[in-house]
């Protein structure tokens, strides 16, 4: 009897994989017109597409493709936080590369994604730019109430 495969690395702590490996995912992306899927994400039709794709480009180990495309799902809508829509929308396509380089190698647990402030914090050092300023209506202001003076 044969024994169910089990994946070659931890999905609760993937594997960091070659930024060019990554970047051959966003580049199909953007040639099939999926270029802002790191604001909007995937739907399913469309990432298979894109990864059938990959696989027909990609020449290298197995475990290092999945673990790529792995990555590319978990960046694709990452950039639906405010902050980091804000600093996308204000340096635009600019921001892809040094993104992309970033996913590659930080900490990612499958089923929870990128954390949205460390990568925003690692985006801002790496391209040097400060970290933006929370949006209007992010923070959460607490209202105090008057006292009532209920001894009158």
Known sequence: MSRPATPAFDLTDLPPVEPRH??????IAIEHGCG???LHGLDEAKAKSLEQAFWQRFSGETAEGVASLLRFRSLSGLFKSRRLEAMLLEQ???????AVHLAAGMRLNVSWGFNPQRFLIA??????QP???PVRG???VRRVRPQMDLAA
Do not use: H, K, N, Y
């Not at 635009?92 to 040094?98: D, N, Q, R, S, V």
């Open 123 to 128: 985006l801002a050092a790496m391209t040097a």
């Open 22 to 27: 990554l970047m051959i995912a966003m580049q």
């Open 138 to 140: 992010e923070a959460r």
């Open 36 to 38: 802002l899927s790191v």
């Open 131 to 133: 970290t933006p300023a």
């Open 92 to 98: 635009g396509f600019a921001l892809l590369a040094p």
